[in-house]
């Protein structure tokens, strides 16, 4: 939720009012002329047991006549294809030329574990392995039951018209612009254990709760030793963010804007 602190201090400073909306991830901002924009915060991938969301988001959405997700749902194929097409090595090249040799070890032995050869792993960049271990399946959950999945259904349903932050292009290159260093260090992640931080259970109540400020220092402090991957994933996008949603405040309606 970083974004959210970064466009509630652009807010302040054009003057703008922020209200939280019963104590969820859901904020009404309003400037002097009336405009008014719903940001809310997103999980991408629940679980049946997190239902029913805070009633914050129906009302947003049904106060709002756009909502304007990251990506629109029209481009999140093409954006999933591109990614996926950007993942993979040429034939002539493998990840064993782009990554530190004690990386390439690790992977081999962990993969070994799971009965999966080098050809197939190494077929993959770092950035896109680990986007696989991300994967919401294995973790209990799943993106059909996302905030964006849901809230998308329902606005289908009164027909809301829905746009996206980012285009596919734009969205993809968040990841295939990633530098081999940037990118080794986006897989490490995925196995350097987070102490001191609190846990997925108290996430999710933070999230529920519109505890912006823990789930900001949460997500920041995975990327402590990685400064320019929070600056690429995160600052970066905020920042271009704000002028869309700047301007989404001229019309005569209000938009929700949904970002995880």
Not at 55 to 68: E, P
Request: charged content about 20%; glycine content about 6%.
């Amino acid at each position: 939720m970083w974004f959210f602190l970064r466009f509630f201090a652009w807010a302040a400073a054009f003057g703008c009012a922020i209200n939280t909306v019963n104590a969820a991830s859901v904020w009404k901002v309003t400037n002097p002329n009336g405009g008014t924009v719903y940001l809310g915060g997103s999980i991408h991938a629940l679980r049946n047991a997190d239902y029913p969301l805070p009633a914050s988001y129906n009302r947003a959405l049904d106060a709002s006549g756009t909502i304007a997700m990251e990506v629109d749902e029209k481009a999140v194929l093409q954006s999933s294809n591109s990614i996926a097409k950007a993942g993979e090595y040429p034939r002539s090249d493998s990840l064993k030329n782009h990554v530190d040799p004690r990386t390439y070890a690790y992977l081999k032995k962990l993969f070994g574990l799971l009965g999966i050869a080098p050809e197939k792993f190494s077929r993959f960049r770092p950035w896109y392995l680990a986007l696989l271990l991300e994967a919401p399946s294995l973790h209990g959950r799943s993106d059909k039951l996302g905030v964006e999945q849901y809230l998308i259904g329902r606005a289908h349903a009164a027909h809301k018209s829905i746009v996206g932050l980012e285009t596919a292009r734009e969205h993809a290159e968040v990841f295939s612009g990633l530098s081999d260093r940037q990118s080794e260090a986006y897989l490490l992640l995925e196995f350097i254990p987070q102490s001191e931080g609190v846990s997925n259970s108290q996430i999710m109540k933070a999230w529920r709760n519109g505890e912006a400020d823990t789930v900001s220092r949460e997500f920041h402090e995975a990327f402590h030793d990685f400064p320019s991957l929070a600056e690429r994933l995160l600052d970066n996008r905020n920042r271009n963010w704000i002028p869309r949603i700047e301007s989404y405040m001229q019309n005569p309606k209000p938009s929700f804007v949904v970002v995880g």
